[in-house]
């Protein structure tokens, strides 16, 4: 799977940024998908799943805040975060595959992420 993740940035807290994900390599509309971010010193986590039914799994830090959404027709994943903390600096990275992957993040391959920065 080839992983290309876009859209970040520097914003001030209380703003917004769009992510995209372009997927290539596997049979995107089959599989769930998800955001995960990375913040320095700090494990991977996920931030976004999304079933291949439209169910959705956000933990309580963005839950309200981030939306993640899927163009299948396009194999791309996209996470809409507004009113953006200082907390939510990280790394973001996309990834796709069996939901139960999805949802704990065991992937083997990674691609080079976007960075979103949120100053005070």
């Known amino acids: 799977v080839q992983l290309q993740a876009s859209g970040g940035g520097s914003v001030q807290a209380g703003g917004s940024l769009k992510l995209s994900c372009i997927v290539s390599?596997?049979?995107?509309?089959?599989?769930?998908v998800g955001w995960y971010r990375q913040a320095p010193g700090m494990e991977r986590e996920l931030v976004a799943a999304?079933?291949?039914?439209?169910?959705?799994n956000y933990p309580d830090s963005v839950k309200g805040r981030f939306t993640i959404s899927r163009d299948n027709a396009k194999n791309t994943i996209y996470l809409q975060m507004n009113s953006l903390k200082p907390e939510d600096t990280a790394v973001y990275y996309c990834?796709?595959?069996?939901?139960?992957?999805?949802?704990?993040?065991?992937?083997?391959?990674w691609g080079q992420g976007t960075q979103v920065t949120v100053s005070s």
């Open positions: 390599g596997t049979t995107f509309s089959r599989n769930g």
């Open positions: 990834n796709a595959g069996a939901i139960g992957r999805v949802v704990t993040g065991i992937f083997t391959s």
């Open positions: 999304l079933s291949t039914s439209g169910a959705t």
